[in-house]
């Protein structure tokens, strides 16, 4: 299959992923979403599993930083073509670290007016990795020219979604486009798009691991019945925080072709 084809099929599918979420009515937040399951106050810290399961975001994202920061400052490495390609993922790496911190905010006391800081680093961390797609995959150059507009796209989605909250019409469809876009389409953009460096099938994995995180999230209740000890908001951090380790682990290990 052609190159031109395959960015076709890319686009075709990109204009349906916008058109299915928008002719959707706007999307309020449901405010039963912070009725986590496992509520109990541990060690003086309220809600303390899933406030202190935050830890490894900001651990995984500090040591990303630094290491992607090494190998593009390396001139032996083979981590990056060149240097400005690891922005990037400085980007990602950092945005993950402050998902520990805002989501940490976020849980120590659950609400809309909270979860505007867990949203936020969040929607950047998922612009980054889109970005590092678009790079690596698409076009080195439009990746780097498109990567603050996208990130000034998943903050938007999130003020958005904060502003029409307040105003008493809450719609999360543009934050829904910032988070689900990149999960969707970066696995598609692996599988039809060749990358100058080894290791891209490990995308799957870190793709994996957050949709894991998505499904333990739906289960938070179930999960925390079955045994009281671990809820699935809790393992949702978890699972996520591997994603983003997998992702670094890709970077460590790669090679040019």
């Not at 989501?103 to 889109?130: C, G, K, Q, V």
């Not at 678009?134 to 020219?145: F, H, K, M, S, V």
């Not at 953009?189 to 460096?197: A, D, E, G, I, Q």
Request: hydrophobic share 55%.
């Amino acid at each position: 299959m052609k190159r031109n084809h395959r960015l076709r099929i890319i686009a075709y599918l990109t204009i349906t992923f916008w058109a299915v979420i928008f002719l959707q009515a706007p999307i309020p937040q449901d405010l039963a979403y912070h009725q986590f399951a496992d509520q109990r106050t541990l060690l003086g810290i309220p809600h303390c599993l899933n406030v202190i399961s935050n830890l490894p975001f900001l651990l995984v994202g500090l040591w990303g930083f630094s290491v992607v920061f090494r190998l593009a400052t390396d001139p032996a490495q083979q981590a990056f073509v060149r240097p400005a390609d690891s922005l990037a993922y400085q980007i990602l790496f950092l945005a993950v670290a402050l998902v520990g911190l805002g989501s940490t905010y976020y849980h120590l006391a659950p609400s809309n007016e909270t979860l505007l800081w867990d949203r936020l680093p969040m929607s950047i961390a998922f612009m980054a990795f889109l970005a590092t797609a678009i790079t690596e995959r698409l076009d080195r150059r439009a990746g780097i020219i498109t990567l603050l507009p996208l990130i000034a796209f998943g903050v938007f989605s999130v003020l958005y979604w904060h502003y029409t909250e307040q105003a008493g019409a809450g719609d999360l469809r543009y934050y829904i486009v910032a988070q689900a876009y990149p999960i969707l389409f970066v696995p598609l953009m692996v599988r039809l798009l060749p990358s100058p460096y080894t290791r891209g099938s490990d995308l799957y994995i870190a793709v994996l691991f957050y949709l894991l995180a998505k499904v333990a999230e739906v289960f938070d209740q179930a999960l925390y019945a079955a045994g009281g000890v671990i809820s699935g908001h809790t393992c949702k951090h978890l699972f996520a925080a591997l994603g983003a380790y997998w992702v670094l682990r890709m970077i460590r290990l790669r090679r040019l072709h």
